[in-house]
């Protein structure tokens, strides 16, 4: 099959070249004849995150995760794996087949999204009852059947696990997180472990960071750290909130010279000078700039 030199970018848009598919979408920027042209359809994570790696291949890298409930959408399946797109940031991976529930959720049924960065969902409406899920900021429920019940004066809500069965989480689980900016959100992160393609407060990286931070405020970011520079508008001077970028690395700034990010230096979530330091020193080294949402 011949293939352009040129191709369009494999972390967002779906193709594999050995395989001879191609997601519909592409058609035009493709060779038009040999390939096997797909259609998404939809889906969503179950009820823990998902991860998604680079291969079919429970040894490779992880390149990202989806939440509990998170829309997805299936493009191709081979065997025990498929090949899903993230809905929210478009990213792609192979996840195992049975992490993804297919379809789009009932018409009708409460949505419900966990505001904490961090929760579990049990078994009935108490603390010392069984946790039957991880959860995290962004993951997606249903309303249970069933009245709010109180317990020693906490408040439990029925919900509905991605997969259907029953479960309960304390009411403040699903209270918004409240926060004054994004790096207010990111500092609550300091010390969340650092896990290759993380995107949540169970572990995360660079850009799972900022992405997070940035969600949270309703502004949708790419998932990687050059993509995302490529979405935001360079400045020379930078301000709380804006962007750091340095070579596969993103941090988010506090202020002109200190910045909260996630790095495999220190393996978690800290917070450094620019300039100051050794590590700051060299962050400082290879800075290639400063990105800023832009209206």
């Not at 087949?97 to 108490?126: D, F, I, K």
């Not at 070579?247 to 990010?261: I, N, T």
């Amino acid at each position: 099959m011949t293939v352009p030199t040129s191709l369009p970018d494999p972390r967002t848009h779906a193709y594999d070249p050995e395989e001879g598919w191609a997601e519909e979408r592409l058609r035009g920027l493709l060779p038009q004849r040999g390939w096997t042209w797909v259609t998404g359809r939809p889906a969503r994570a179950g009820n823990a995150r998902l991860s998604l790696r680079a291969r079919p291949d429970a040894l490779a890298p992880q390149v990202t995760e989806a939440w509990p409930g998170e829309a997805l959408e299936l493009l191709w399946e081979a065997g025990a794996w498929v090949r899903v797109r993230t809905v929210a940031d478009g990213y792609l991976g192979w996840a195992r087949r049975e992490g993804v529930l297919l379809g789009e959720r009932p018409a009708g049924e409460e949505r419900l999204t966990v505001g904490a960065l961090r929760a579990h969902a049990y078994a009935g409406p108490g603390v010392s009852q069984p946790v039957v899920a991880e959860l995290c900021w962004g993951a997606v429920l249903t309303r249970g059947a069933g009245a709010v019940v109180t317990e020693s004066g906490r408040r439990w809500v029925p919900v509905t696990l991605p997969d259907g069965s029953g479960a309960w989480v304390g009411e403040g689980v699903l209270s918004p997180l409240r926060a004054a900016d994004v790096a207010e959100v990111a500092l609550r992160l300091l010390e969340t472990p650092y896990v290759w393609g993380g995107r949540s407060a169970w572990g995360l990286d660079c850009s799972g960071l900022t992405g997070l931070a940035y969600g949270w405020a309703g502004f949708a970011l790419p998932r990687d750290a050059d993509l995302q520079q490529e979405f935001l508008t360079p400045v020379a001077t930078p301000q709380r909130g804006d962007l750091a970028f340095f070579p596969g690395h993103v941090g988010l700034m506090l202020d002109e010279r200190r910045m909260v990010h996630a790095n495999a230096t220190h393996m978690r979530v800290t917070v450094e000078t620019l300039g100051e330091g050794e590590y700051g020193a060299r962050l400082a080294g290879v800075l290639t700039g400063f990105g800023r949402w832009s209206a």
